[in-house]
Structures are given as structure tokens and as C-alpha cells.
């Protein structure tokens, strides 16, 4: 018998499965068996509802061991401690759709360097950080991408700031999950 090779890598559904699992009060899933959830790094959850967000958390180097204990905390965060929304409720969770966008490692740069459709950028003046992610619809130039993370960080433009750039892969839900 020939052993199958594991499927292709599903983050975004694993996310949907974390947040349905804590919000309804059970166990958390394990991660798929499969080589890309056993390496560290980065990630974004997002959730949106109805096309709007609804919880976006994430961390820019690891804090945990392996991308699957990854995706579970910032999922966990995403729908239960984004402070810009209320917890994800249980009568949400059909509604809701997710991503995640795994994150490279940031590199210094210059605002000529950027291109709000290819890279994230990560603005830092003294502890105050700001990061946006890349290939947002309405952030369409290097100025509104480098203003909204300025005003993330509380950072005013006048202000000294240093500029990390980054790349993401994308990893969205498809199929019969919401719209």
C-alpha cells in the first residue's frame, strides 16, 4: 500500500476551525498533520464578516513553536481580543470567513522601496510600532499604506520613523463558508 502524501496546506480553515472550537466552548483542534504547520513563523488571522472586518490579530516573528500553535493563538486573539470589535458569538460563525497571511521575515527600507501591493510595512519610532499588511483594497500607494500604519502607532508623520517592509502568503478560505 502506498502512503498518500499529506493535502495541501489549508491555514485558513484550521483558523475557522480554532475559533469555532473556543468559541463554542470545546477542546482546541490539532493542527493538520502536514510539514508546513510544523515550522515557525509570523501570521495574521483575519476574520471577516460580510466582507468588513471583524478580527484581525497577529505577530511579526514567532512566539510560538510551530506555525499550527501560531495560527491557534492569533485565531483565538482575532475573535476573542481584537479591541476593536466584541467577541466572535457563536451566532456569527457561519457568517465569518478567514485568512491567514504568513509572514516573512521584515527587512529595513526605504519609502522608495515599498509597493503597498507586493510588501506589509512595519513603522517604529522608539516603542511605538505600527504595521499594515500588503494588497489591502483601498490602500492603493506607498503614502496611504506608510499614513495608516503611522496612525496605528500613534506616530505622527513629523516624527522620526524607521520603515521594515515584509512579504505575506495569503492563505484564504474557499468553499461553502459564508461569502
Known amino acids: 500500500?502506498?502512503?498518500?502524501?499529506?493535502?495541501?496546506?489549508?491555514?485558513?480553515?484550521?483558523?475557522?476551525?480554532?475559533?469555532?472550537?473556543?468559541?463554542?466552548?470545546?477542546?482546541?483542534p490539532s493542527a493538520p498533520d502536514h510539514a508546513f504547520f510544523g515550522h515557525a513563523a509570523g501570521c495574521f488571522v483575519?476574520?471577516?464578516?460580510?466582507?468588513?472586518?471583524?478580527?484581525c490579530i497577529g505577530t511579526l516573528v514567532p512566539g510560538e513553536s510551530n506555525l499550527g500553535d501560531e495560527i491557534a493563538r492569533n485565531a483565538r486573539s482575532a475573535a476573542l481580543?481584537?479591541?476593536r470589535f466584541p467577541p466572535v458569538v457563536p451566532d456569527e460563525l457561519p457568517s465569518l470567513t478567514?485568512?491567514?497571511?504568513?509572514?516573512?521575515?521584515?527587512?529595513p527600507c526605504a519609502l522608495d522601496e515599498l509597493d503597498p501591493t507586493r510588501f506589509g510595512?512595519?513603522?517604529e519610532s522608539g516603542w511605538r510600532r505600527g504595521v499594515l499588511l500588503p494588497d489591502l483594497p483601498g490602500v492603493d500607494t506607498v503614502a496611504r499604506q506608510v499614513a495608516i500604519a503611522l496612525q496605528?502607532?500613534?506616530?505622527?508623520?513629523?516624527?522620526?520613523?524607521?520603515?521594515?517592509r515584509f512579504t505575506v502568503t495569503r492563505y484564504r478560505e474557499f468553499g461553502g463558508h459564508g461569502t
Open 98 to 107: 478567514y485568512s491567514v497571511d504568513v509572514l516573512s521575515d521584515s527587512e
Open 81 to 83: 481580543s481584537d479591541p
Open 121 to 123: 510595512v512595519i513603522v
Open 152 to 164: 496605528k502607532a500613534a506616530i505622527s508623520p513629523n516624527e522620526p520613523f524607521a520603515l521594515k
Open 46 to 55: 483575519s476574520i471577516k464578516e460580510a466582507g468588513e472586518l471583524r478580527g
Open 1 to 28: 500500500m502506498n502512503a498518500q502524501a499529506p493535502a495541501s496546506p489549508d491555514p485558513a480553515s484550521y483558523a475557522r476551525a480554532c475559533v469555532e472550537a473556543i468559541v463554542e466552548g470545546r477542546s482546541l
